[in-house]
């Protein structure tokens, strides 16, 4: 679907969908608990399809039911026995996470199964499980390179794993659901640098709450004992609002166009903001750090009991490190090319080896629209033009639903409509994107 963008400012109020990074979590650890759970509030996207395509082929029946919330939908999550395989073919589709929490719990079966998966997801990295599975003389098989699709067949060992901190948080919180459903306990080491820290705290949390027990014995270094059980809390799970979903809405609502003008404040601010409902100020997200930084750049949000409205304002540029949040450097890489001065992406290179390598994409289309990005290897250095960008130009999503979302905000801030191709990229994630980005005054057509 390809869109034609005209500049329009943006206000109002939107439901913020369900954290998708939490959903897979909790979704994970309801289909391990013996018995029945139900997960409420999800936003289904395509991740979460592909999440629950991977429990039905390890033989947890997975159920639509209904939800206690307007426009959202409920999963029941009912589990006999131990995992299993009965599906030789496990889907992923194009999510990073469900490959790679899934891998570690498809090696618990000591059968052949085959994961498979589409675009830029067949080519991402499994070095750190390949190591395990070599150094385990566990049987796995592979595509050219090392790529998908992966059939792994044999059972992972207790004893002690060592995973690199530095290149996703993804493989620790696989071996962090799978471990305690060995015979025996398990240490776990993730070694330095460790970047993403906050989505292995967003795992251990689940854990949790699912009655698995974690030790830490040092930093960043687990015991988990062996013979455990997933437990069903006992209620319905309702997941949070997403902050990597709402940080398109804050920094639309920051960079309004009325923030041109010098309105920074007041009555008239407030009520041309975009207020994002649904969220956790205490939530254990890394991307709860949007906040923090839009502040720090000069933007004024304001929040109440959950729900955040982001105003019009004068931002400047400031240093981000983006070790922490690399999903909310598409969308600050925005904010950054229409506030004055100069803002410095640094710790952003695992963001090459995402759904696109989003540091190239981001440069490359805002820069067609007039802005100025110097790409690094590791970041982005962005001069900033308060005045707005020009637009007038053919961007791409590349196949990437957080450019297209970030490139829609931008437009925002173009003087001239600006044509995107591949907007259908957003149901990765945010199915429902444009139709909220028409509810909050957002133009748009397709071409």
Known sequence: MDLELIPSRLQGRVQIPSSKSLGHRDIICSGLALGEQVVDNIAVSEDIRATNRCLRALGVQVEETPSQYPGRTAFKYTTRGPLQVVQPVADCGESGSTLRFFIPLGALCGAPLTFQGR?????????????????????????????????????????????????????????????????????????????????????????????????????????????????????????????SQAAFWLVAGAISREGALGVSSGSQAASSGIASLGLSPASLQGDRAV?????????????????????????????????????????????AAVSSGTTRIINAGRLRIKECDRLAAMATELNKLGARVQELPEGLVIEGRPEGLEGGAQVSSWNDHRIAMSLAVASTRCAAPVRLTGAESVQKSYPEFWQDFAALGGNYKEF
């Open 291 to 335: 906040v923090r930084i839009i502040r720090q750049m000069g933007g004024r949000i304001t929040d109440s009991e959950g729900d955040f409205l982001a105003c019009p304002a004068a931002t400047a540029g400031v240093t981000i490190d983006a070790a922490d949040c690399p999903d909310l450097v598409p969308v600050l890489s925005v904010l």
């Open 119 to 243: 675009g830029k997801l067949v080519s991402r990295p499994l070095d750190p499980y390949y190591k395990i599975f070599e150094s385990q003389h566990l049987s796995y098989r592979t595509g050219e390179k090392g790529q998908l699709p992966l059939t792994v067949n044999g059972r992972l060992k207790p004893g002690g794993y060592e995973l690199p901190g530095d290149v996703s948080s993804q493989f620790v919180s696989g071996l962090l659901f799978a471990l305690p459903l060995l015979e025996k306990e398990s240490v776990l080491k993730v070694l330095p640098p460790v970047e993403s820290a906050s989505y292995i705290e967003l795992t251990l949390a689940v854990l949790a709450r699912f009655g698995v027990r974690v030790e830490r014995r040092g930093d960043h270094v687990y015991l988990i004992p062996g013979g455990q059980r997933y437990h069903s809390p006992g209620v319905v799970t309702s997941v949070e609002g997403d902050w």
